[in-house]
């Protein structure tokens, strides 16, 4: 199994180097150049110029990614062009922040997301059911950032019951948390739904009942194991999206977090900060990904003999 | 040659009892039956005709854009539906006339995604090799970026306009599309019954559309009915952040981007874009629920 | 017979299947009656309504769509439509086990063949998860599977060795009736010959009673003492083998003989029976098999036949025997 995840983590590699590229391209591409930003409008293009030269930011773009690539491999990120940190420091710092928060609405979501999927799925069509699939559509089509203002305006403005933006205090990250999670939980339901559904039909739990085991039984321990595969995919996916995706969230409740730091290097057009922000964030999720789906062989057993077997067959299409 | 003939009489006859339906009206049938699809159509069906007929009803620099000192920050009334804001703009109006922007980026992107995604997802079920390889890293690599991300990536890169939202959403979606078109040729190609129409004498071309086509096209609507809601929501978050559709073009997103200002003592101002969002984006995802479950053979009752 | 040493005894049992295109009548008022030890099979085509009736006697009838309209279910004495749900549960498994037809997929395919017969233990028997799992180890044993395989899954296992597994299961706390639905219709057939004879052994060793499900008159031979034949719903034929076999009654029983081909003559043509199985939502008004039977005659098409007793143990539903002279063209051996 080891040979499997090192086939998975070396694999990283060239997918870290194929994103580079791309949001290193990309971003060049904006219109202005960190120069500007940090300049504005006092200074003189000459003067600019200038800075740009000693920057390095009039070679040619393939002479400057090239530069950034050898940095890459040496494993070092280079030193973000606004606040001349090293990229890698300054992501660590704010790293812990998002950790939080993605921990936090994962669990928010799984708290009610997973007993509505499953009682969805037992009473199939029945006014529980019917209920539930609405709340989930709900869920999945409020915008997270309108539901954040939302939460922000009943419960801290109008009840003041928790602060609406930093990370100060404990009670700070209840609305973000919450926010985000009603969001998952709606998803992670409907696929807990439907692969409930899926494993109900199966005849392996006609042999339970057959047994005389109580459906209780039947659902929660013969059932839900084996629906648990892409429920678990699923959170791992949500977890990956919260990493990066919590620059929204992050900016309506001002937490001090990476999506943030994200957004403000692209506006700084700070090339390096983004890209190497990016590249974090992306090996990140993967890594939260590989670990979901070394989670898979702990459930299934069939899956597990996959990845034992040999270890270029890596279970994904 | 009597004793060799086998007589099919009543058995078949019958089962004629029940209409046999085609296949299109038999999936209309079981849409029919769920009662939240048929509410989110007829809910979608009002608002397509009013984003159709707002540009004609509601002139847009006197009553969109035009600001009007004077009637700033009313809160609703019977003059102003939702209120007006800081500009002094109706905001009943301006919502109404925004419904034009969210459903024409969500349905265009989705249009984005599905001819890229869609094209390369069957070249490489069909191709399959290093072409099909090749595709599917380059998707991989794509989804590992956080999709908000490479939306926020590509829109500051191209500038804020409608065109580049419409671009940067859709190719987010991307390689969904490619996998989804992928799998769908990949087990239509591989069936028993291509095998057993083939071995009928069935030709290609028959194959294609009869067996494949229409095999193939069920996961891809599903997946269009899907992506299109959440390309709405992206679309306005990307405005909410400022890099969607620029002010003062009253998109949904871009006027609770502008409300947060003044959320303590108006909020009036951030409900009603954000009820707009729900509502349409809600409608969306019901139809596209009940289209999935409609056509899901397995799920039949 | 006599009603102490029945195991099972259903009288009239009526079973409908309620759904939108109409009403099922899968099962139609049978009678069936096993003694204790012995062995029956219930022959007949798919649709004929075995499997219904061995799903009401464990009760495990999906409701909706399935309805037991009447009837009466005992087993080894108590009724069973009388049960609650938690008495069901400590009798499925225990005092009636039932094997289904497909073995692929009658395992949970994430937990160990041990942990699922231990599981049968653990649920009726007050022993501890070890002991449990020892006993598991031994009917895996007995059932021609190494013990030290307890620890592995099922999809490291052939069908022919599922299905094994599914007999543990089934008889791992020795029950008194055991419900066979087709369990060797999915296997090679040289397998098949190896699971029927695990499957006497055990039933020898056990004294557990057998309803076997088939459509192979040739099973039925090789394990049973008595045949029930059902079409449409209702037992047309039934009584030990020798009624059945060599004294057949029913035009249905000798169209399902006739339908063997037969090894001695092989220039002889197939027989089939001509026409369907009656859709179970709109049945004929007579005799179910009256439209595919070639004697059948006016009063057959407008009355239901009842059962007639040719002798203690034989019985057939068809109006033909009210002539004494009629006999079918099987003849008796």
């Not at chain 3, 039977?293 to 098409?301: H, L, V």
């Amino acid at each position: 199994m080891s040979r499997y995840v090192i086939k998975r983590l070396l694999l990283l590699i060239p997918i870290m180097l194929a994103v580079s590229f791309i949001v290193y391209f990309i971003i060049d591409f904006a219109p202005g150049d960190v120069v500007d930003i940090i300049a504005g409008n006092e200074m003189s293009e000459q003067h600019k110029q200038i800075m740009r030269e000693e920057m390095g930011l009039n070679d040619p773009l393939p002479f400057r990614y090239l530069r950034y690539m050898a940095g890459l491999l040496r494993g070092d990120l280079g030193i973000s062009y606004v606040t001349n940190k090293d990229v890698f420091d300054v992501y660590m710092m704010r790293l812990p922040a998002t950790l939080q928060l993605a921990t936090a609405c994962t669990v928010v979501a799984l708290l009610i997301a997973i007993p509505l999927g499953i009682n969805a799925a037992v009473h199939q069509n029945s006014w529980i059911d019917s209920c539930s699939t609405v709340l989930g559509l709900l869920g999945i089509s409020i915008p997270i950032f309108w539901l954040g203002l939302m939460m922000i305006l009943v419960f801290s403005l109008n009840l003041g019951w928790f602060p609406s933006i930093g990370n100060d205090s404990p009670l700070s990250i209840v609305l973000p948390a919450v926010t985000v999670g009603v969001g998952q939980a709606a998803l992670i339901m409907r696929t807990t739904r439907s692969s409930m559904l899926e494993v109900i039909r199966q005849d392996y739990l006609r042999t339970a009942r057959a047994k005389g085991a109580s459906e209780k039984a039947v659902i929660r321990k013969h059932a839900f194991k084996n629906a648990l595969i892409p429920i678990l995919t699923v959170i791992g996916t949500q977890y990956g999206a919260a990493l990066g995706g919590a620059v929204v969230t992050e900016t309506v409740f001002a937490w001090p977090g990476v999506g943030r730091l994200m957004v403000d290097s692209i506006n700084n057009r700070d090339t390096q900060m983004v890209t190497g922000a990016i590249i974090l964030t992306t090996m990140l999720s993967s890594v939260v990904i590989l670990l979901i789906d070394l989670a898979y062989a702990f459930v299934d057993p069939r899956i597990k003999a996959r990845y034992m077997k040999r270890g270029d067959n890596l279970g994904r299409k | 040659m009597e004793e060799n003939s086998v007589i099919f009489d009543s058995g078949l006859t019958a089962s004629k009892k029940y209409k046999k339906r085609s296949q299109i009206s038999e999936i209309w049938h079981n849409f029919k039956k769920n009662k939240g699809a048929v509410l989110g159509l007829i809910v979608l069906a009002i608002i397509i005709v009013t984003s159709l007929i707002a540009n004609f009803v509601i002139d847009y620099d006197t009553k969109i854009i035009r600001q009007v000192v004077s009637e700033r920050l009313q809160g609703p009334s019977t003059k102003h539906f939702f209120g007006t804001d800081q500009y002094g703009r109706d905001i009943f109006l301006r919502i109404l006339y925004g419904a034009r922007y969210s459903l024409a980026i969500g349905f265009l992107s989705v249009m984005v995604s599905l001819a890229i995604g869609g094209v390369l997802g069957i070249i490489a079920g069909y191709v399959g090799g290093v072409v099909e390889n090749i595709i599917m890293r380059l998707c991989d690599v794509f989804s590992s970026i956080p999709s908000l991300l490479l939306a926020i990536c590509i829109s500051t890169a191209f500038g804020a306009s409608t065109l580049v939202l419409m671009f940067s959403v859709g190719i987010v979606s991307v390689p969904a599309f490619a996998r989804v078109a992928r799998a769908a040729v990949m087990t239509v190609v591989d069936s028993e019954y291509i095998e057993a129409a083939r071995a009928a004498g069935a030709t290609k071309m028959r194959i294609m559309f009869t067996h494949i086509l229409p095999n193939s096209l069920a996961p891809i609507i599903v997946q269009v009915t899907m992506r299109v809601g959440s390309a709405i929501t992206t679309a306005s978050s990307l405005s909410f952040l400022g890099l969607g559709v620029p002010t003062p073009a009253p998109e949904w997103g871009g006027m609770l981007s502008e409300s947060r200002a003044f959320i303590r003592d108006y909020s009036y101002m951030t409900m009603f874009p954000g009820i707009a969002i729900v509502i349409t984006v809600l409608s969306i995802n019901l139809i596209g629920d009940g289209l999935r479950d409609a056509m899901d053979p397995k799920l039949k009752r | 017979m006599n009603d102490k040493n029945l195991v099972l005894n259903i009288e009239n049992l009526v079973v409908h299947y309620e759904t939108e295109y109409g009403t099922v009548k899968a099962v139609n008022g049978i009678d069936l009656k096993l003694e204790k030890k012995r062995s029956i099979g219930l022959v007949g085509e798919t649709g004929a309504g075995k499997t219904t009736t061995a799903l009401a006697i464990l009760r495990l009838i999906p409701d909706p769509p399935g309805v037991i309209k009447s009837g009466l279910i005992m087993l080894d004495g108590e009724s069973i439509l009388k049960k609650n749900t938690k008495e069901l549960e400590e009798i499925r498994g225990k005092d009636v086990s039932m094997i289904f037809q497909d073995p692929m997929t009658a395992l949970n395919p994430v937990f160990t063949v041990g942990e699922q017969i231990a599981e049968s233990i653990l649920l009726h028997e007050d022993v501890s998860k070890s002991e449990a799992n020892e006993r598991a180890k031994e009917m895996l044993e007995l059932a021609g599977i190494p013990g030290h395989r307890a620890n592995d899954y099922p999809h490291q296992f052939s069908g022919g060795m599922k299905q094994r597994v599914v007999i543990a299961i089934a008889l791992a706390c020795h029950t008194k009736l055991l419900i066979a639905d087709e369990p060797t219709t999915a296997l090679d057939v040289t397998i098949q010959a190896q699971v029927l004879e695990l499957m006497n052994n055990l039933k020898e060793k056990y004294q557990t009673s057998l309803l076997m499900i088939t459509h192979d008159l040739g099973i039925v031979a090789e394990i049973c003492d008595e045949v029930a034949v059902m079409y449409a719903g209702r037992i047309v034929e039934k009584g030990t083998l020798t009624d059945v076999f060599n004294k057949t009654k029913h035009p249905y029983t000798e169209g399902l003989f006739n339908s063997l081909p037969n090894i001695n003559d092989r220039k002889a043509k197939l027989k089939p029976i001509p026409g369907l199985m009656p859709d179970p939502t709109n049945l004929p008004i007579g005799c179910s098999f009256s439209t595919r039977c070639t004697y059948a005659t006016d009063i057959c098409r407008e009355k239901k036949p009842n059962p007639r007793w040719i002798n203690d143990t034989h019985m057939v539903e068809c109006f033909a025997y009210d002539d004494p002279a009629f006999h079918i063209m099987r003849r008796e051996k």
